[in-house]
């Protein structure tokens, strides 16, 4: 049924706030004179989005650490051995913010309508990605629910330490960068006009460093902002065009075989695969369900159709191990470790242990990355100052000369 946000009078005349379920507004008005109360306020808590389809907030209410964190929370209350809909109604009373309790209440209505909990979440896909809700119901599907959101409270707390590190890592080079750029482009539309005006007005012959610094900060003055513009208009329309298929794979092989970035954007993608694999396994998801939903967290298109052949392939009696290793762009890490799994009946062992290896890999080589882009852009920024410097000096130096 559904849930309704409401504000009655008592007896007393107190204001009294609330949520509760009832099969409309008229029948949630009905249950609240039925206690003594004297309604003011009747609301859905959730709007409706269109005609025919599931109601739902209107804004995100949950950021992924939230959502790791009521994961946990569902299922340590499962686990426990407590209901479902008794644990989501615990966490709704003890919600922090009316909002997520409004939301968890919501849920707990389509789940004692007789809806799955998977389809429950559903309905809110702004909070819920539908990887989350596929993993959910094939814990459901499995029996082992409180397991299975255990894991990915794990997952997901995992991926969330992994994500902050590699932000961190890449914080300090971002800055560097952006501080670059603005000192550049003040120096070369502001500073170096001013300085180099003084000779040009003094009819003195200039180097050809400095009349080439003098031309490009003439063009970055008359086309600074167009270029800008192009600049955003290339971004978006680039952005635009990734989002078909035939550009968006042709730029996922060429990150894969790239050099520095190949192997981050393998592991990363091989990390996520063999978590979302695991969990699935150890909770008893068949392998053919499991290995579609762990397809569908693959990022890069060209693992994705790998993994689709490689899911045809086991449909049809292959191993996972063969399937997979067919066009050698799975780490082989993760091959050995599936391989071992399937003879010696650890399938999920070994490939938490793949995600596991996979995740340290991936920090490692982004903080190696870093290590060696910081002193490139360091001394790639001296080099810049250090043109324009010479650039601005040379007249000077060279006018001096001329006087002595």
């Known amino acids: 049924m559904p849930a309704y946000r409401f504000v009655a009078l008592d007896a007393t005349a107190a204001e009294t706030r609330g949520v509760l379920e009832a099969d409309s507004a008229r029948g949630a008005r009905g249950m609240l004179r039925a206690r003594g109360l004297i309604p003011l306020e ?38 426990s051995g407590l209901p479902l809909e008794r644990a989501l109604a615990a966490l709704a009373d003890d919600a922090d913010r009316a909002e997520i309790g409004h939301m968890l209440s919501a849920i707990k209505s389509e789940v004692a309508g007789g809806h799955s909990f998977a389809m429950a979440l ?55 960068v952006l501080v670059a750029i603005t000192v550049v482009v003040l ?17 003195q012959k200039l180097p050809i460093l400095t009349i080439a610094l003098i031309g490009f900060s003439d063009f970055l003055r008359h086309w600074g902002f167009a270029i800008l513009g192009l600049l955003v208009t290339g971004g978006v329309l680039t952005r635009q065009a990734l989002k078909l298929p035939g550009p968006r794979a042709a730029l996922d092989g060429a990150l894969l075989r790239s050099p520095l970035l190949g192997r981050l954007v393998r592991g990363l993608n091989t990390a996520r695969f063999a978590s979302t694999l695991a969990i699935l396994t150890a909770a008893g998801v068949p392998i053919l369900r499991a290995l579609q939903a762990a397809i569908d967290t693959l990022a890069n298109t060209v693992l994705k159709a790998d993994a689709q052949e490689a899911l045809a392939l086991v449909r049809e009696g292959s191993t996972l191990s063969a399937a997979l290793g067919l066009h050698k762009r799975f780490p082989p890490v993760l091959i050995t470790f599936i391989r071992l799994g399937e003879q010696t009946g650890t399938l999920p062992q070994m490939l938490e242990r793949a995600a596991t290896q996979h995740a ?26 250090l043109i324009i410097v010479l650039a601005v000096m040379l007249p000077i130096i060279q006018l001096n000369n001329l006087v002595k």
């Open 360 to 385: 340290q890999e991936v920090q490692r080589r982004a903080f190696t990355l870093v290590t060696i882009l910081e002193p490139l852009l360091i001394l790639g920024m001296g080099v810049l100052v």
């Open 122 to 176: 559903g309905q809110h896909p702004r909070e819920f990605s539908p990887i989350y809700c596929a993993l959910v119901a094939a814990g459901e599907d499995s029996g082992n629910l409180g397991t299975v959101l255990a894991s990915l409270a794990d997952y997901l707390e995992n991926s969330q330490a992994l994500r902050g590190k590699l932000i961190q890592a890449m914080a300090y080079p971002a800055i560097v």
């Open 187 to 203: 120096l070369l539309t502001y500073v170096v006009p001013q300085v180099v005006g003084v000779f040009q007005g003094a009819h």
């Open 42 to 79: 009747v609301d859905a808590i959730v709007a409706e989005h269109a005609p025919g389809q599931a109601r739902r907030f209107t804004r995100r209410l949950l950021n992924a650490q939230q959502i790791a964190l009521l994961t946990r929370q569902i299922a340590g209350l499962l686990v």
